[in-house]
C-alpha cells in the first residue's frame, strides 16, 4: 500500500526566491514523476515576475487568493481569486501584483527536465 503524504500549507516556511517567495509543497521525488513539482508562491504588493518563457515546461496556475495582472503572449488578463489558467512551453509571460494584498498562486509544474529551463525576455 502507498504512504499518502499529507501537509498543511501553515506547516511548510516561506523562502525567499526571485521577486517572491516559495513553498515547495512536494517534489519530484514525492511525485514519482521526473520534472514535476507543486509550489505555492506569494507575491508582495507590487512584486513582479519578470517576463520570461519556459523552453520545455508547463505551469498550471491556481489563484488562491488575492488578486493582480498576468500578461501572456503580450495579452493581459485580471487575476482573481479561483482562477486557473495553463503557461504552455514557450508561452512569454509575467505575474504583476498591482494590488494592496499579497497574491497567492498555487503551481503545478511537469516537464521541467533540462534545466536551466528559464529564459527572461526583455
Known amino acids: 500500500m502507498n504512504k499518502v503524504i499529507k501537509r ?5 516556511r516561506w523562502r525567499k526566491r526571485y521577486t517572491f517567495l516559495r513553498k ?4 519530484e521525488k ?8 507543486a509550489v505555492m508562491l506569494k507575491y508582495i504588493p507590487g512584486a513582479v515576475a519578470l517576463k520570461h518563457y519556459h523552453k520545455y515546461y508547463y505551469e498550471l496556475y491556481y489563484i488562491k487568493e488575492g488578486s493582480g495582472l498576468a500578461i501572456i503572449n503580450g495579452r493581459k488578463y485580471i487575476l482573481k481569486t479561483d482562477d486557473f489558467f495553463l ?15 499579497d497574491l497567492i498562486v498555487f503551481i503545478f509544474k511537469t516537464n521541467d527536465i533540462k534545466p536551466p529551463d528559464k529564459v527572461y525576455v526583455k
Request: glycine share 4%.
Open 8 to 12: 498543511n500549507l501553515n506547516d511548510l
Open 87 to 101: 503557461i504552455k512551453p514557450k508561452d512569454i509571460h509575467e505575474i504583476i501584483n498591482n494590488s494592496d494584498k
Open 30 to 37: 514525492e511525485l514519482c514523476c521526473k520534472g514535476t513539482k
Open 24 to 27: 515547495i509543497m512536494f517534489t
